[in-house]
């Protein structure tokens, strides 16, 4: 069916097939760039992604808008293509929450994400990113992602929830586990198995919090009361759960497109050599030019008018933040260019709005205390050493492996 936009010209829906050949297992910019130029609040029909038929919305200005409007695009009925239409009783996720139920959540979290938080972290994010970076060999090919960009989010995860470091490997399954699309998920035995060990661990800290508190997150979060109100055990359970996954994929993801995008623009590495104050900048290009989440889905409450184009109530939009952030409208001529001294840098990789990423300051963090123990380890070049794999993902921009020579001459 083709649909017509405000000014009355038509045009044929996309097909999801053609969508999801798109993303990153193939190259997706090229579509990407072609729907902001002729088609920026396209129609796409149901199919492989199944869930559909939904909006692709691939300019930063439709994105920025729909983020910052949760009364009219809301994330309770589903935030991913196979979600859409959903209806939760029990939302998975407080991204499946509207305001004001989110907003009674983000007030309760959010004291345990602030800048003490990160403070608290920071030495040992940065002792954790250089004892890995340390044990990588140098001047020989290495896989990066299983020894470093595996482990650091892992570790750091499992630090910020106060989990002893005999459990680390269990936090990295627990994570696949939850994360449509990998191994361990389309296993649904060890799928269920997996999740069934991780609600009840998590739940057993809770309570141990909860007799003795220390000072990481679930003591944090298990103890927190505003006016009156507290987490009860199954709000605690789902959110330790979205941690779990909302800061492993995707920060291991980054780091390990980020060492790619280097090894890939060495003249990138050089200037970061010579001039360490580009590290903040380099680490939100490395967001921007990686963007881990590729899409999340919003669905309109009302009828609306979006870039031109007439939305109807219960349509869904798919927020394409890897093509929002290679806007040249709002990035200008070098959009489609890895700068690690862009200013401004008004990515959507964190989403925007109400949502916008809780773990952002310790994911910056993260990648910073990579890029500063490299420099420390004398590494002057990054050079691919075979073929870069990506996952067929088509929410997270996973990379399998990425294995590089890590130069020091
Ligand atoms: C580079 C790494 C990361 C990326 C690219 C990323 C991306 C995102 C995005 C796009 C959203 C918006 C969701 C929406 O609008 O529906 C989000 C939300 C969220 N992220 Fe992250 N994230 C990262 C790391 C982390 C870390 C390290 C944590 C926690 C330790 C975390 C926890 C969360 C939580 C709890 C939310 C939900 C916030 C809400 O619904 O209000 N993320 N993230």
Known sequence: MSRQNAAGVAHEPLTDQLLYNAFPAKDPFPLYAQLRETNPVAWCETGDLGGGPFWVLSRHAEVMAVSTDPATFCSGSGIITFEVGSHYDDPPTMMHTDPPAHTRYRNLVQPAFGRRMVRTLEASTRDAARLLVDALPL???VDIVPPLSVPLPVQVIAQLLG???SQWDRVWEWSEASIPGTEIYNDAERKNALNAEMYTELLRLVEVARETPGDDVISLLAGIELDGDRLSNEELRMFLN???VAGNETTRNTISGGLVAFAQHPEQWDRLRADRSLVNTAVEEILRWTTAVI????????????????IGAGEALMMLYASANRDEAEFGPTADQFDIGRTPNHHVAFGFGVHFCLGAALARLEVAAVLDALLDRGVTRLELAGEVGV??????AGVTEAPMILHTT
């Open 242 to 244: 979205q941690l779990l």
């Open 391 to 396: 996952s067929a993902s088509n929410i997270i």
């Open 163 to 165: 989990l002893p470091e």
């Open 295 to 310: 899409y999340f889905v919003r669905t309109a409450t009302r009828d609306t008018e979006l870039g031109g184009q007439k």
């Open 139 to 141: 001047d020989a090919p």
